[in-house]
């Protein structure tokens, strides 16, 4: 079977002056389709930075990353940025909506990048939309005029719209209320399932996390 997601003793370092801060410290991680791995950690542990090397934003000092069955290493930018594209979901913290676009087009933007029929697309974005939870009259509004939860929603239809095998998740409660927060975890957790994705999700909050199949503790860049 091809692997979703595989990270292999990832070590991540930064330069800090005139030494190098680890970020990662031989971080092994393999996730499965259909698996919601979530991994908690204080702020500084070095949660982000695992999902920017596992979405092949970063390249690691050492070890490997594959991502949905190809090896990245050595692999040239292009060649890095097409697999992102292709096969991985990111969402931010932050939905980084663009501000002039209803719901159903910050979807289609995509598609329209990729070169994809807009109009072929429309019904599978709404359909999407719908799956998220967000009905035909919220999918016609703008984010400013949808609340916190509804945008993180957005933001994750977004992220699958392209059909990933890997979503990467950072923080996607910490700008909502607990309840709201639990029911964008429910949301994730069925996403997970229902569109197969390799799911890591990274949060400072403890709380949160009934939904994940496994529970991962980062701490000083090592992961346990
Ligand atoms: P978390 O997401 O768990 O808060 P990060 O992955 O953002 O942790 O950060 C891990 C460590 O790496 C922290 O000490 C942070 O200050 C440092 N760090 C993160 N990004 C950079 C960067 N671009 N340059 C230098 N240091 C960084
Ligand atoms: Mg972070």
């Known amino acids: 079977m091809t692997t979703a997601l595989s990270l292999e003793s990832v070590t991540l370092t930064y330069p800090d002056g005139d030494r190098a801060l680890t970020a990662l410290d031989e971080v092994s991680l393999t996730v499965a389709p259909g698996e919601l791995v979530a991994v ?13 090397v596992a979405a092949t934003l970063l390249s690691p000092d050492a070890g490997r ?11 040239s930018g292009r060649d890095r940025t097409a697999l992102r594209r292709e096969r991985v979901g990111i969402v931010f913290q932050q939905a980084n909506l663009l501000p002039s676009l209803t719901a159903a087009e910050q979807l289609l933007a995509v598609a329209h990048l990729r070169g994809a029929n807009v109009r ?23 984010p400013h005029q949808l609340s916190g939860g509804e945008r993180q929603r957005v933001n994750i239809a977004r992220a699958l719209f392209g059909g990933p095998s890997v979503l990467l ?14 029911r964008v975890m429910a949301l994730l957790a069925e996403v997970t399932r229902t569109h197969r994705t390799a799911t890591v999700l990274v ?14 503790t980062m701490r000083d860049g090592r992961l346990s």
Do not use: F, I
């Not at 990353?65 to 692999?75: C, F, P």
């Open 40 to 52: 908690a950690g204080p702020s500084g542990s070095g949660k982000s930075s695992l999902l920017a």
């Open 65 to 75: 990353v594959v991502v949905a069955g190809r090896e990245t290493t050595g692999m």
């Open 120 to 142: 072929e697309e429309r019904a599978r974005a709404e359909e999407l939309l719908e799956s998220v939870g967000l009905d035909a009259a919220k999918r016609r509004r703008r």
């Open 169 to 182: 998740v950072d923080e996607p409660t910490s700008a909502l209320d607990h309840e709201r927060g639990e």
């Open 203 to 216: 949060t400072h909050d403890r709380g949160l996390l009934g939904h994940a199949d496994r529970v991962l």
